[in-house]
């Protein structure tokens, strides 16, 4: 049974830091890339970042780039998502999925989502 767990969201300060994790079990960790996905308030899901099967390629949306650092450690089958110098727009409930194609995919190749993990940035 796939599942993915999300931790580490929580409230900061602007310009502040968090750690989100993702740990993933039920299927081989490494042969998939994995993504984050996020849904701020009132908004649709907007996606932010991925990171290939063997950590060799990752991508990142505009809005998040140069601040957001996307890693993994297949031997823990765990994705983080590193968020640094924090807006108060990036507040949002945080998802990691699975992506079940070859690449990055859209939305509708995701084919597991963790319940997600809520950050909040305010001072």
């Known amino acids: 049974q796939v599942q993915l767990v999300e931790s580490w969201g929580g409230l900061a300060q602007p310009g502040g830091s968090l750690r989100l994790s993702c740990a993933a079990s039920?299927?081989?960790?490494?042969?998939?890339?994995m993504i984050w996905v996020r849904q701020a308030p009132g908004k649709g899901l907007e996606w932010v970042s991925g990171?290939?099967?063997?950590?060799?390629?990752?991508t990142y949306a505009d809005s998040v780039k140069g601040r957001f650092t996307i890693s993994r450690d297949n031997a823990k089958s765990t994705v983080f998502l590193e968020m640094n110098s924090l807006k108060p727009e990036d507040t949002a409930l945080y998802f990691c999925?699975?992506?079940?194609?070859?690449?990055?995919?859209?939305?509708?190749?995701?084919?597991?989502w963790g319940q997600g993990t809520q950050v909040t940035v305010s001072a």
């Open positions: 990171v290939s099967g063997d950590e060799s390629d990752n």
């Open positions: 999925a699975k992506v079940s194609v070859m690449g990055w995919g859209t939305l509708r190749d995701y084919d597991y």
């Open positions: 039920g299927f081989m960790f490494k042969n998939y890339a």
